[in-house]
């Protein structure tokens, strides 16, 4: 293929057009545009640093690797259309003649390119001190392909490529590159507790009716840390978790809409949720989880964690005011938890399955502590800390380990 061709392929691409936007691949395409143009030495030479400098700066050398996988995450219409069925005859002939394209372009290295301009001999030597990038046959085309059957597990865009993500203040999603890792093998104690709320993530997970889930109890006793958990272990399932904070509330009707088209599988979770009676972030997740004009998506579901029963702080003086209507108001105060399908309670701990929480930590860190002695330190640990719980018992077996106790 000629330098002429490749840069006119590049400037036409339709399906992977997003791909001119990723600085990498745009510097690519400025290095071709240099050389199917006639560029000087000092020009080409300049568009190559660039595009090997910007290369090099995601830790790579090899651009063949590097453009695979932003083909096979990019996101775009066919992705989207073959998540929810069959593409178009006009959608697949463009598929096909982009991906071998590209396929093609992604074995292609600095000599290739410079052989497709047809540079002689002594232009070629004039630029030999340039570094050269790893390029490799990448069997692309078969790869998207395969890739495009498992939309619905793998996702497409910043979803394939990472499973836990935080909402902003302006409603757009961004990812979390370096997630609690906390796997439910790690979680000892509570597991009828977390098998209810893994029951329903798999349904949720099968496109069965999956309910909200209310996660409420004591602190420290492994409430966030299970939903991180379960987001965690079924992430290669098509799971992903996106964290909202309780002032974002009103922005979760936009977010359930965007979701609501995309293959996968989404849990909203909202830490420490509890509101003032006259918090307008009330109203708003009450119409959320029931009762708005728009149903609930059947791939997303809220998972809420609180350390109150009833959500909203309540006091005697909210009691003995001179509401004409009490019973009215409290039944709308008790309301919002009644709203959640499962409500999974988390107790402290008694002593007995304190110790077993200890002991197993103790057991996956292998700490070489006598089982008396490890739970009399650690029952002296908890009295100090406020009380038994999963999160003092951890806090005690992290400070054994780095010799603090």
Known sequence: MKIQDISAR?????????????PILSACAALVRALAGGAGRGAVCEAAGQ?????????????????????????????RRAARGQLSPALEKALDGELRFLEELSAMGLDDLMDAAGLTGEEKAGLAFLPRWTAHPTGLAAAYEARLSEMGR?????????????????????????????????LPGYER???KIIANTKALLAGLPANNVLLYGDAGTGKSSAVKAIAN????????????????LYLLPDLMDALAANPLKFILFIDDLSFASNDDNFAALKAILEGSAGGRAANIAVYATSNRRHLVKETF?????????EADTRQELMSLSARFGLIVTFQRPDKALYSQILLELARQCQLPIPSDQLITRGEAFAIRAGGRSPRAARQFIEQCRAGVL
């Not at 063949?64 to 775009?76: D, I």
């Not at 272990?233 to 974002?248: I, T």
């Not at 003086?317 to 209507?325: A, F, N, Q, V, W």
């Open 10 to 22: 590049l400037s036409g691409l339709a399906v992977f057009r997003a791909l001119l936007d990723d």
């Open 51 to 79: 595009f090997e400098a910007a290369l090099f700066a995601a830790d790579t050398d090899d651009f063949s690797g590097y453009l695979a996988a932003a083909v096979l995450e990019c996101e775009n219409i066919c992705a």
């Open 154 to 186: 793998r996702g497409y865009g910043m979803f394939a490529r990472h499973h836990v993500f935080m909402l902003a203040e302006d409603g757009r999603l961004t990812p979390v590159r370096h997630p609690d890792p906390q796997r439910l093998a790690e």
């Open 193 to 195: 507790e977390r098998e």
């Open 233 to 248: 272990e079924y992430a290669a399932d098509g799971l992903r978790l996106v964290e909202v904070k309780k002032n974002q």
């Open 317 to 325: 003086t909210d009691r003995t005011g001179d509401d004409l209507h």
